[in-house]
């Protein structure tokens, strides 16, 4: 069967690296299915899951803002941040988003970069509560 190699790297670790047979990225314009002999690829990543079939099941993972590359049979994924399932704290992620939210509707922001930055980390902060909810839903 053939494969991929998937390698999801942020700045300060590689997040994860195995080899897969398909991955499903969050692409900026949609969601994108790489499988093996994928034509070359760059695209930007939103906030979202990164899927990947390898021979131990499926892993997700919840990735912040980012770019992909596919060439040959190699997918890398680099992103802002990448989180697996079991290391988010779900009570903990809905009370920063419900005080994100807050800070962004009353715009207690000085500059526009701050309010930039704040916008970015929710819609981080849904990606990960989304990943948890998917996991919780396949457990049941």
């Given at each position: 069967?053939a494969?991929?190699?998937?390698?999801?790297?942020?700045?300060?670790?590689?997040?994860?690296?195995?080899?897969?047979?398909?991955?499903?990225?969050?692409?900026?314009?949609?969601?994108?299915?790489?499988?093996?002999?994928?034509?070359?690829?760059?695209?930007?990543?939103?906030?979202?899951?990164?899927?990947?079939?390898?021979?131990?099941?499926?892993?997700?993972?919840?990735?912040?803002?980012?770019?992909?590359?596919?060439?040959?049979?190699?997918?890398?994924?680099?992103?802002?941040?990448?989180?697996?399932?079991?290391?988010?704290?779900?009570?903990?992620?809905?009370?920063?988003?419900?005080?994100?939210?807050?800070?962004?509707?009353?715009?207690?922001?000085?500059t526009?970069?701050?309010?930039?930055?704040?916008?970015?980390?929710?819609?981080?902060?849904?990606?990960?509560?989304?990943?948890?909810?998917?996991?919780?839903?396949?457990?049941?």
């Open positions: 069967m494969t991929l190699s998937l390698q999801i790297v942020t700045p300060t670790e590689t997040a994860f690296a195995d080899t897969t047979t398909s991955v499903t990225l969050p692409g900026t314009v949609g969601e994108l299915g790489i499988l093996p002999g994928h034509l070359p690829l760059m695209t930007t990543l939103k906030p979202g899951t990164v899927r990947a079939a390898t021979a131990h099941g499926e892993r997700s993972f919840a990735v912040g803002f980012g770019f992909a590359e596919v060439s040959g049979d190699t997918v890398r994924v680099l992103v802002d941040a990448c989180h697996g399932a079991d290391s988010i704290d779900a009570a903990h992620a809905k009370a920063a988003l419900a005080e994100l939210e807050r800070q962004i509707s009353t715009s207690e922001f000085k526009r970069e701050e309010l930039d930055e704040a916008t970015r980390e929710a819609a981080r902060t849904r990606a990960r509560l989304a990943l948890v909810e998917r996991a919780t839903k396949t457990q049941h």
